[in-house]
């Protein structure tokens, strides 16, 4: 990158950071976290990405309509670490410091928020670089062990983690009815404007069995929940009693990434793998699909749903 584009980086982290040198010449910040109570940051809706498109609309007899139609916004936007570029993602643009700090942490380059000395981005050029505390040398590496995966707007996987993954089980005492679960679905359905404009994003959420607490949607279900990822790596949200729920497949990817930061439950609308069934009884999550309709189907992990409770 050129001299322009490094002084373009703008940090995402304004209210909670300090200036302090960069080693590449950007501006950077030291970043100055505290604990997130829930409930401050109440069902987060999203930030509108989205474009009006002129189209013609046809039917089998060739009548055409004219208008407007809102059409999801897609850029790339380029990920560094400590300089050093390691993905290009496919995606809305928005929530760019939470995206770029959960994919890091989900594939494995950090492994904890104090590895972060700052996260810096550049809208304009499509780039964010994170500052870790470490040899970035470790990219080169860890980038040979990619795997290419099923996701959309998003083609990588680093799956060298795993293993350790595989001997750390989720343990949570959660238990939900299948009527909060149904209802968080409901929720989650309710809450993306962007989607109901445009039918072109997955929806995200975090829920504890009574509410919503954080909200995300991307043109990739990957990268919405890399931004649910990041945002609770970053602010240390306890998760024993969470329950992720998206409108993506649940691949194996969708499972370590859950797994990988301690959610014991993943829901969806959509169907399950069967990588990701198996990864589900390996790592003790409880994997729920088809969650429409009044019904929904559990792979694995049927103990945590309570049907002795009302509600």
């Not at 975090?206 to 954080?214: E, G, H, I, K, Q």
């Amino acid at each position: 990158m050129g001299a322009a584009s490094r002084m373009a980086w703008r940090s995402r982290f304004p209210s909670h950071a300090a200036e302090v040198g960069g080693e590449f010449g950007w501006r950077s910040h030291r970043l100055e976290r505290k604990r997130m109570v829930l409930g401050e940051e109440p069902e987060n809706l999203s930030i509108e990405q989205v474009a009006l498109a002129s189209v013609g609309i046809y039917d089998r007899s060739g009548k055409r309509l004219e208008q407007d139609q809102w059409v999801v916004r897609e850029r790339p936007v380029t990920l560094y670490l400590n300089g050093r570029e390691v993905v290009t993602l496919l995606c809305a643009g928005h929530h760019l410091d939470e995206l770029a700090a959960g994919f890091f942490y989900a594939e494995g380059f950090l492994r904890s928020p104090e590895d972060i000395l700052g996260i810096d981005i550049d809208d304009e050029a499509g780039a964010v670089n994170l500052s870790a505390r470490g040899d970035a040398s470790i990219t080169e590496g860890l980038w040979q062990k990619r795997t290419i995966s099923s996701g959309c707007a998003k083609g990588s996987l680093f799956y060298f983690s795993l293993d350790a993954l595989l001997s750390k089980p989720v343990k949570s005492d959660i238990r939900i009815t299948p009527g909060r679960i149904l209802d968080r679905v409901e929720d989650l359905n309710r809450l993306s404007e962007t989607y109901r404009r445009t039918h072109g994003v997955h929806n995200t959420a975090l829920a504890d069995p009574d509410r919503v607490v954080l909200f995300r949607d991307d043109i990739g279900r990957h990268n919405a929940v890399d931004m649910i990822v990041g945002h609770v790596f970053l602010h240390g949200i306890p998760l024993r009693d969470k329950m992720l729920i998206t409108t993506g497949r649940l691949t194996s990817e969708m499972l370590i990434k859950a797994a990988k930061v301690g959610i014991p439950v993943l829901v969806s609308r959509n169907t399950a793998t069967s990588l990701a069934v198996e990864l589900a009884v390996s790592l003790g999550v409880t994997l729920i699909g088809h969650a429409r309709a009044g019904r929904f189907t559990v792979y694995n992990g049927q103990e945590r749903i309570d049907v002795g409770l009302s509600g």
